[in-house]
Every structure is written in C-alpha cells, then in structure tokens.
C-alpha cells in the first residue's frame, strides 16, 4: 500500500518547482499534454510535490498510483492499481488494443502472449487516457517510479512519450539510485536540498525549539533534505533536544540525509517491543494492501492486530480497514530491510499461507521463494507457472525474473540450465539485454542437453546482432545449429537461414555461404516449412554478396514467383522476400510487399516489427520518386526503432534518412545523420547501413560539385568498413560518374564493369538505361550520344525518377556541349521538373544553370509540391488516412498516437491545404497512402 507524505513538508522553498508542474498542468487545462519527471534522494519533497498538484486539479480527473518495492516483480501490478478505477472503458478501445490490456490485467477476452504485445499495452494506456481526457483534463500522478514493475513503466513510459494534444498532465516521482527509472526523452525536474532559509523555516514549523547547537547539527545532518528536517528531531529524546546529550548516533557510518534518516528510522524501530517489529515486518513484506491478510498471516505467527499498537501511538503507521499504511517508504524500507533474517522469512511463509485464492497466485510463489533459503524443487515450480502465467500477460520482465529465481532454487542441473533458458528469453523480449546475456551464459555452463544450450546460443546470437556484431551472430548460431541439426532439423534449419541474414547485414559473402551449404546438409523432412526454392533464394542471396548476379537473381526470382502464401501473419518469411524484391531490382514487387508488410503491422499492432517494414517501405518509395514519403517513413521508423530500443535498426534508418538528405542538398542534416550510422555501424560490423551511410556522403559531394571527394569516398568504403557488395553495385553509377566529372575516367572501368553485370541480371528497363548512361559517360562523340538517347528511351518505359532526371541532365548537358541547344532543353527542361519535385536542390540547380547556358530563360528556383509540401510528416500521414475514409480512432490505432492527437492533426493540416471539411480532401493529390 502507498505510504503517507508528511504534511509538513509543503511549500517550503519549492517555488521553482512549483512552477514548473503548473506549467505540465496548465498546458493540461489548454488542451495540450505533458509528461514530466521529478527526480530527487528519498525525503527530498517529490512525494508532496506530486500532492500539491492534486490539490489544485478540482476541475481535472485524477489518476494515482505508485510502485512498491515488494511488487517490483509482479507483472502490470502498478499500471492495474492506476487504471483500476477507469477498467470499465476498456470496450471503448480497439479490440486489439483492449484484449492486450485485458490480457495485461489477466481479464476476461484477453489476448494471448507476444512480444508485440508488450508495446501494443502501452498503446493501449495512451488511448485510454485520451478517451478519459475527453470528458475533462486529466492528471495522472505515478509515485515511487523507480519501484515501477518493468511491464507497467514500459507502458507508462510508451504512453507519455506519445502524449501530444489529449489534455493530459503526467507527473513521475522516481527516487535517486533505487533501482532507477530511465525516461529518455521526457522532462525532468532534479530536486535538490531546500536552501539554508526554507530550511530553517521548516525545521521551526516541524521541530518548534531545541538548543542552539542541536539546531545547528540538524541543519548540518540534513543537507536540505525536508524528511531530515521533521523526522532527526522527532526522534530525539527531550534532554537531546535541549542539548544535554549529543545526538552522535545518527551520522555515524552515513553519507546521505536520506540514509541518516533511515537510521532514524531503525532508532525508532529498535525501541519497539519485539512483537511489534514482528507486526511491521509482517506490513512491510506484504505488497496486497489486504489487512484481513496481514492479521491472518500474523495469527500464523502468533500475533495479533494489538501489537501494532505501539507503533501506531508513535505515528510509524497508521491502520485503517485498508491495510497498514507507513509514514515514509523509507521507514517501510527500514522495518523490512532492518528485520532478523529469520523475522523475514517468518513473515513471507506466513503472507503465503494467508494468500489463498487462484488471483494470489504469484504473490504466494513469491513469498514462498523469499522464504526460501537453499534449493526446494516445490517452490521453484510453483514460480515457473508464475512465470508462465507472467508471459501470458506480455509481463516479460517479471516472468524473466521468476524464472530466474525459480532456477536459483532448482538443484537439477539440467531442470537449472532449462529455466535459465526461458529466464533468457523473457530477458530478451522484455529488452533487458544484460540479463538475457548473463542468463544465457549461465545455461550454456550448467546444462548439457544440446537442445537447450541450443536455445541458450540462440538468445546470445540475438544478443549480439543487437549490441554487438552480426558476423559474432552468424558464428554463434552455425555452431549451435551443427549440435542440433540431427535431432531437431526444423530448429536447426531455422538458426542457419538466421545466420544467412546476419551474413547479409554483415556483408560477409563467405559466411553467407557457409550458411546456406550446411542448410543444405540439415535433414529436413518432406513436411518441412523450408520448400526447396526458398533455399535456393538463400543460395542466390549468397551468390549476390559473392558478385555473382547473373546465378542470384534468378534464384531470387523463382522463389518470389511462386504463389504468397495464404494468411498475413507478419513473420521472417515475408520479410526475406520483401528484402530479396529490393535485390532482384523489382522495383514494383518491392513497394508492393513492403507496403503490404506495413499495414499489416500497423493493423496487428506490431510496434516491434514495423521499424522494419518502414525501412523496406521508405527504400521502396525512393525507387518510385517519392522522396517525401520516403523521408516520412524512415523518420517514423527510426522513432519507433529508439522507442524499442532496436538500435542496429536505427542506424540503417539513419542512413536513409541521410541519403534523402544528400539529394535534397541538405548538407547538415546529412552529415549529422550519416556521422550517427555510418561509424557505429561499422564498428558493430553492419556493413550495410554503414553503406547507405557513405553513399550518403558521396551523394552530396557529387551534388555539391566535389567529384573527386565523392569517388575517394566510394573507393575507399572497404578501408572504412563501409563496403557492402550488393550495395556497390547500386552506387557504382555514381562512382562512374565521379570518376569521369573528376577527369579520371579509368577509375571509371570497374564500376561500370559492375553496374553492367547487375543490369543485366535483374533484366529491368531503369537498371538498363541506367548502364546505358554509364557507358554515355565513357564514350566519346556520337557513341556517346547513341548511349544517351537509348537510356532516356529506356527510361521512358517507367522507374526511378531520380535517374531518369539524372540521365536527362548528363544527356542535356552532352547536347549543350555540341551546341544542340533546342534538343538539350528538350532534355534539361524535363530533368529540372523532376528534381524541383523531388526536392533535390543541387541537381536542380545544376538543370537549371544548364539551361541558362543553352540559352533558356532563366528559370527561379521554386517548390513545384503545392500545399502538401507545408503538413508535417504525421499531418500528411493523418489526412492521407483521413482520406481513405478512416475514424480518427482507426487512424490513432495504425500510427500508434491518440485519438485527439490526430484530431489535432487534421485542425492544423486543413488551413494549410485550403480545405474546411475531411469531404474536401478526396479532390487533393495527397500522393501514396501506404
């Protein structure tokens, strides 16, 4: 149960703070939304803080709750104590969002377990609390963060960072050093000690006289701590008080006011009769705020409701029908932490003997395991089916620990290293990656059945594909795949198809190959959902990082033609072949399955995964000329990607990001997102993202005129671990033309020797006019000509606009240069229009000095993009769905935002169109509404 705040300490010297949560509140009142976080030591003012908000919200809606030390490993505990009285809206969300938060809270109509789940919660709680804020503003205020279950503050944390237009204030308190509560992202407001004035005013009001020098010594103790201030005092006898006798007990040994006052604390505690510590201990253990519990659980112990007595008649505690309430979470700390060994392991068995019921469950197992001191099979059971139950609800972080703590009392080796597995798992699906790793490594040396050191290598290769290195992935997982392959061929055959990805972002041809060769050699059955062609993809993935095209592309191709599959499920299948679209150079069945892949994910609320889709969708729109869509997609993606904490993933959207920015001549922004992805991800051996990076840089060299940087940057890729092979083949145009703008035109052989190869497999009218402008540019004379006028009739036959303007530009200026002038501005005039309305400025403006030259008029720089141009990435997103005819609700739940966000959305975004009413936006040319 939450713990008192002292009176006493409001409004002394917290103006400043004050101000700061009003302005969270006001915006409240306004319409607009907030999060904030106080951070302080214990005692230091947050818990009042939070209160006087409350005090002055008489017109808002309040929500309240806070962790609690002993419910840290309880799944959902504290996001159910906040939502409890609001869970009669739940029919009000999107079925799936309610049947995660039902599954959450163990409801019925709940949905069964999913990684995905874990943020589809926390979408959920965003939602919920903008329906509520509809009625009238909302405050919710979440104490003792730092206590937080891991599944409530991830929801909590997802919610905040989304909050935006709903008239929601949330305010954290979270404690300095106590299991800690990160919130990148969000506002913080640190507390520090009260100034001499405010603290002595507050010693005055809380402690009334006391001698000179006890004054001094409190003031000195205290360190502006306002906790210190009232409780050093009260707990002082009436001759130290007078200064009699020094009060030397309380600092000896302390290096805090927090921990000088929980010596206070443990004082005060020693002066109890024994039963009530007893009694104390009892309440400080219990995390179910049930005090017909704690009496029952103190008949066990031979105690009764009259030893809380003394306590209370020393205002330690208060009891009330709801159960036992402390003065401080820090006297609670004290009376548990402070307890004999064998007190505390009383109070547990006899909490969990109180505890019936199937809903007491977990909190029974756990009781038992504190309980426990040395291995006992029958609790570590009842905490995997603790655990078990943990999953279920997408609490991953509490299942992982009962799981852990069910090993620690499990004295088979075997049984140890199997729940030290499944501990990692839940690590690494709740993205505790540490605890993963050590669980992991914790298997692999206890255990010795292949099949779970196998599951146990599969954890470390996801591990380090994360945090450390696809090619470290690649080796961890062949390995374990040739301990498994004879008795588990499907387990095996999917570790190795893993480690051929990892290959692929690595870059690392002969790993690729090594891959799919023992794949080959895996003893599949004739059911096995590995058919034949899939594997021979693989096999053309591995040729294509081997320079071999001409062998890989049809490979690709003939697994791609065969019929989808039936069903959308979001899983790794869909995603090779999304991926292996962009390597076959088609550029139509690439949009077509990534954008596909989107709307599934957002459709299944598969926050996870959809970083990934947007990254396959925002490559896809690049090839189609859609630049903006392009940058909205990756920046949406990279959000998401920080948010999940997939970091590998936010490298490669960087990259992206920072490719569109070279076209567009974005010099800054470029060079600030490439120096984010390019070197990080070379030093963790993504090889691909640290390609697109480079090329980046490359790209806006050449935009800017530097040819001869552009082509030492593409040359040198290998030396800086930029190198990627398949990449190489797409930017080998650009490494041609660097080559030739920069007079050496014998640098120029290889790469067009490349591209050539490339163009010819993939068989694609763009790739082709593409290579014909390559050999344009090495050419002389009429051969040179011949090269141009074929690209642009190739290009005529569709794909990739920014290299048809491209080839139109070389061509024009081919033509200016034989003083064709007419025919270059047939060229040159269609080129500026394409990157005027792709936003490429420096292309543009080389188009546009070309023309000059040929004798046109002088053509102003403008924004060919009309109104669409002025909505910001979420508003163009928001009245795209809007138009397709979608609720704001519908829209809400597919872009992850609340529902009065994307009201909000469509406020700001129609003046900017001109338009009055949603009916009006079916005549706009919104462009593509993936």
Known sequence: MASQPHSLMVLYGREAEERVIADVVARAHGGRSGALVVRGEAGIGKTVLLENAASTAADMMVLRGSGVETEADLPFAALHLILRPVLDRLGELPPPQAGALRGAFALPGGEGHSA????????????????????????????????????????????????????????????????????????????????????????????????????????????????????????????????ELAPLAFHIGTVSPASRVQDAYRDLLRRLPEPARAMLSLAAADDTADFAAIMRAGQELGLSPA?????????????????????????????????????????????????????????????????????????????????????????????????????QLTADRESKARRLVFAAEAAADAGRMERARDCAAQASRTGTDPRVLARAARIRAVLEFEQGSPRAAHTIL?????????????????????????????????????????????????????????????????????????????????????????????????????????????????????????????????????????????????????????????????????????????????????????????????????????????????????????????????????????????????????????????YAPDQVEAAVRAGQPERAREPAARFQQRAAATGQPWAAAVNERCRGLLSAG?????????????HELGGRPFDNARTRLVYGEWLRRQRRRVDARDQLVPALETFTELG?????????????????????????????????????????????GRTNREIAARMFLSPRTVGYHLYKAFPKLGIDSRAELARLDLGERA
């Open 116 to 243: 995905e789940h874990r943020f589809l919660v926390g979408l959920a709680v965003l939602t919920l609390l903008s329906e509520l804020a509809e009625a009238r503003p909302l405050l919710c205020l979440i104490d003792d963060a730092q206590w937080l279950d891991r599944a409530s503050a991830d929801a909590l944390f997802f919610a905040a960072r989304r909050l935006d237009a709903e008239g929601i204030a949330m305010l954290f308190a979270a404690r300095d050093g106590a299991g800690g509560f990160a919130a990148p992202g969000l506002a913080e407001q640190r507390l520090g000690g009260l100034d001499d004035d405010a603290a002595a005013e507050l010693l005055t009001a809380s402690a009334g006289e006391l001698a000179p020098r006890v004054r001094d010594w409190i003031m000195q103790e205290a360190g502006g701590n306002p906790l210190a201030l009232i409780e050093l005092p009260a707990v002082l006898t009436p001759e130290q008080r007078g200064g």
């Open 307 to 407: 030893d809380l007595a003394p306590a209370e008649t020393a205002s330690l505690v208060s009891v009330t029908a709801g159960g036992v309430a402390f003065r401080h979470p820090l006297l609670r700390a004290a009376a548990y932490h402070g307890a004999p060994l064998g007190m505390k392991t009383a109070a547990h068995r006899a909490l969990a003997r109180a505890l019936d019921g199937a809903e007491n469950a977990d909190r029974r197992a756990w009781h038992l395991a504190e309980a426990s001191t040395g291995p006992d099979d029958e609790v570590a059971a009842e905490l995997e089916r603790a655990a078990e139950r943990a999953r279920n609800r997408t609490g991953y972080a509490a299942a992982s620990s009962a799981y852990l703590r069910a090993a």
């Open 478 to 730: 062949v390995a374990a795949a040739g301990a498994i392959a004879a008795a588990e061929p499907a387990a095996a055959a999917s570790m190795l198809v893993e480690a051929a990805r990892n290959a692929h972002f690595a870059g690392e041809p002969e790993l690729a190959r090594e891959a799919v060769t023992r794949l080959m050699a895996v003893p599949l059955p004739a059911d096995a959902s590995l058919p034949p062609l899939f594997v021979g993809a693989l096999a053309g993935l591995a040729d294509l990082l081997e320079v071999n095209p001409a062998r890989g592309i049809p490979r690709i191709r003939d697994w791609l033609a065969e019929p989808p599959r039936a069903g959308t499920a979001v899983d790794a299948v869909r995603f090779l072949a999304a991926a292996m679209s962009v390597m076959a150079g088609d550029d139509m069945a690439t949009y077509s399955r990534t954008a596909s892949l989107t709307a599934d994910c957002r459709e299944q609320g598969a926050i996870g995964l959809l970083p990934l889709a947007l990254h396959g969708l925002s490559i896809a729109q690049i090839y189609r000329g859609r630049h903006r869509d392009a940058s909205d997609s990756a920046a949406e993606g990279l959000r998401l990607a920080v948010d999940t904490g997939q970091w590998a993933r936010a490298w490669h959207l960087r990259a992206i990001l920072a490719w569109l920015a070279a076209v567009a001549g974005d010099a800054g922004r470029c060079l600030s997102l490439a120096g984010d992805s390019v070197m990080p991800a070379a030093r963790h051996q993504f090889t691909l993202a640290a390609a697109w990076g480079n090329w980046a840089l490359a790209l806006l060299d050449l935009g800017h005129g530097d040819a001869a940087a552009a082509l030492h940057r593409l040359e040198s890729a290998a030396d800086t671990g930029a190198y990627h092979p398949l990449l190489a083949a797409l």
């Open 782 to 794: 009429d051969a040179a000509g011949q090269h141009y006028a074929e690209a642009v009739r190739l």
């Open 840 to 884: 490429a400025a420096p292309w543009a403006e080389r188009a546009r000095a070309e023309l000059r030259a040929a004798g046109a008029p002088v053509v102003a720089a403008g924004d060919a993009s009309g109104p669409v141009s002025r909505l910001t990435p979420q508003e163009l997103q928001v009245v795209r769905l809007a138009a397709l």
